[in-house]
Each structure stands twice: as structure tokens, then as C-alpha cells.
């Protein structure tokens, strides 16, 4: 069975500094990766997909298939960046069915 | 478009009581899915309906739980002679019609919490 691994629960850091959410997954085949976000009293939202490769609110996160990751960044952190993060991949081309990890709060402080 | 609305928001239950959690799609959405969050867990897919058709169970209990998205009215979430094991937080998701490959939008959730 697939699996999400996230191994930060909690992540700080300064506002304008880098910040990588890590993320690794288990699975044989070939699964399509997300990111999905909540801020604070929001409901969870898609942030980005791998299959799109694009760079939503600065951030971007690429599959790498050897080391099995998924790494969300963004250069320079700010303040409405702090949230929940959860990283999640589906398997066997439908999106519905997601597998998500445990999730990492980030805070961006001043 | 207000977007997936679930409700109770917040629900206690004694054990042995039924849960009932309510969720409608957003306009236009025809697919829903439930998924549920255990405490310091990730969401967890539970099923995937269509109107009056269960698509995808696998992820439910085999027991006391059940789902249906009937032709009119919300989508609801059952769950019989709840334990102390069911306090969780239960999401709804859904997506318009198409090939299982379009974004998926969460609800704000559902807590149960089993006293």
C-alpha cells in the first residue's frame, strides 16, 4: 500500500527566508503528487500538482522519483504563508482517491 | 459558489447513539467523496459517490458505517452505535462530472466527538 510520509510537524521560520516542507512517499508505480493548503479557520485547498509543474504562490515542489520526494519551497517566506500543509498522492490516474500525510504546520514569523 | 457545505460542524454523540453528517457539493458537482481524520493523522478516503450510486467504498469500515448520495438532497455520512474510536474529523469532497481526473474540493468538516 502507498504511503505519505511528512516528516515535520512543525516547521518555523523567518519571514523572507527559504522554506522546504518535505515530503516522501512510498509506492512502486508511478503516482501523480499534491500539495494542498489550510490556513487558519479555511478549508483545505489543492496548492499545487506535479503533473501541472507550475509555481503557485511561490511555490513549487518537484517529483523526485529516486529519492521518492516531493519537497515543497518557496525562496522567500512571508507572513500569509503560515499554514497547514499536507502532502498527498493518488495512484492508478484518478485524483479522488488521495493518500495524504500527517501534514507540517508552518510558521512564518516576523 | 459557497463552496462544499458539511454540517453539524461540530457533533457529540454518547456510544451506542447514530451519527449523521450532512454534506452538499458545490453547485454543478455531481461526484462527492468522504474522508475521514483521525487525531495526529492524515485524511483517510473513506468513499466516492455519484447520484444514487456508490462508486468507490473501499476505504470504508466494513461495519456501522454507510454513505449515500441520494437524488435529491445532501449527500449523508452515517455512522451506527458510535465508539470512542469514531471521534474524528469527517470531510467531504467533491468534483464536477468527468474522468476522475479533475481538483477535488474539501469542505470545512465535520467533528465528532464520542463521549
Known amino acids: 500500500a502507498q504511503r505519505v510520509t511528512q516528516p515535520e510537524k512543525l516547521l518555523s521560520v523567518f519571514k523572507g527566508a527559504p522554506v522546504e516542507l518535505k515530503c516522501n512517499y512510498s509506492?512502486?508505480?508511478?503516482?501523480?503528487l499534491f500539495w494542498y493548503v489550510q490556513y487558519s479557520r479555511q478549508r483545505l485547498q489543492l496548492l499545487l500538482r506535479h503533473i501541472s509543474r507550475e509555481s503557485i504562490k511561490g511555490f513549487t515542489a518537484d517529483l523526485n522519483k529516486g529519492e521518492t520526494s516531493f519537497h515543497l519551497k518557496k525562496p522567500f517566506a512571508q507572513e500569509e504563508d503560515s499554514a497547514m500543509y499536507y502532502c498527498?498522492?493518488?495512484?492508478?490516474?484518478?485524483?479522488?482517491?488521495?493518500?495524504f500525510g500527517k501534514g507540517t504546520l508552518l510558521t512564518v514569523n516576523p | 459558489n459557497a463552496g462544499v457545505m458539511q454540517n453539524p460542524r461540530h457533533l457529540v454523540r454518547r456510544r451506542g447513539q447514530e451519527a449523521r453528517l450532512r454534506c452538499s457539493p458545490m453547485k454543478g458537482h455531481s461526484h462527492v467523496y468522504w474522508y475521514r481524520q483521525l487525531p495526529e493523522e492524515g485524511l483517510k478516503f473513506m468513499v466516492y459517490l455519484q447520484k444514487e450510486n456508490i462508486i468507490d467504498e473501499s476505504g470504508m469500515p466494513k461495519e456501522r458505517f454507510s454513505a449515500e448520495f441520494p437524488k435529491e438532497g445532501p449527500s449523508i455520512l452515517r455512522i451506527q452505535q458510535v465508539v470512542r474510536g469514531d471521534s474524528a474529523a469527517y470531510f467531504c469532497?467533491?468534483?464536477?462530472?468527468?474522468?476522475?481526473?479533475?481538483?477535488?474540493?474539501f469542505g470545512e468538516g465535520s467533528w465528532l466527538t464520542v463521549v
Open positions: 469532497a467533491s468534483s464536477p462530472p468527468g474522468d476522475g481526473l479533475n481538483t477535488i474540493y
Open positions: 509506492y512502486s508505480g508511478s503516482p501523480e
Open positions: 498527498a498522492l493518488s495512484v492508478g490516474g484518478s485524483n479522488y482517491k488521495l493518500t
